[in-house]
C-alpha cells in the first residue's frame, strides 16, 4: 500500500504563486510516474502535470509556461509549482502515483488539496 499526503493548498490572489508537495510512505520500490490533477465540481478530474520516472515531464496546455512539475532525488515527493496563478486554476488538486509492471499496474490519490484564486 501506498499512502499520499499532499499539503500547500490554499487562497492566494491572480497573480501569485503556491508550491503544492506530496509526500509518498509506505511500501513500494519507485514509481513510474507522479503526477498532479485538478478538478472542479461538475467536471471531470484533468491532469494539469506529469513527471515520468525516465525525468520526461508532460503538462496541460493552459498550465504550460506557468507550472513546473519536479521531484526529489528520492523520488517519493513531487511538486508542483504554480506561478502566476489565474482564478480559472482554483480547483482541488490531487497527487497521482502510478507503478506499471508486466501484465498490470496500480495507482494512488491523495485526498486532494483546495487551490482558490481570487481575482
Known amino acids: 500500500q501506498v499512502q499520499l499526503v499532499e499539503s500547500g493548498g490554499g487562497l492566494v490572489q491572480a497573480g501569485g504563486s503556491l508550491r503544492l508537495s506530496c509526500a509518498a510512505s509506505g511500501s513500494f520500490f519507485s514509481f513510474n510516474a507522479m503526477g498532479w490533477y485538478r478538478q472542479v465540481p461538475g467536471k471531470q478530474r484533468e491532469s494539469v502535470a506529469i513527471?515520468?520516472?525516465?525525468?520526461?515531464?508532460t503538462y496541460a496546455d493552459s498550465v504550460k509556461g506557468r507550472f513546473t512539475i519536479s521531484r526529489n532525488n528520492a523520488k517519493t515527493t513531487v511538486y508542483l509549482q504554480m506561478n502566476s496563478l489565474k482564478p480559472e486554476d482554483t480547483a482541488v488538486y490531487y497527487c497521482?502515483?502510478?507503478?506499471?509492471?508486466?501484465?498490470?499496474?496500480?495507482?494512488?490519490w491523495g485526498e486532494g488539496t483546495l487551490v482558490t484564486v481570487s481575482s
Open positions: 513527471i515520468f520516472s525516465g525525468g520526461t515531464t
Open positions: 497521482n502515483v502510478r507503478r506499471s509492471w508486466v501484465g498490470g499496474g496500480d495507482d494512488y
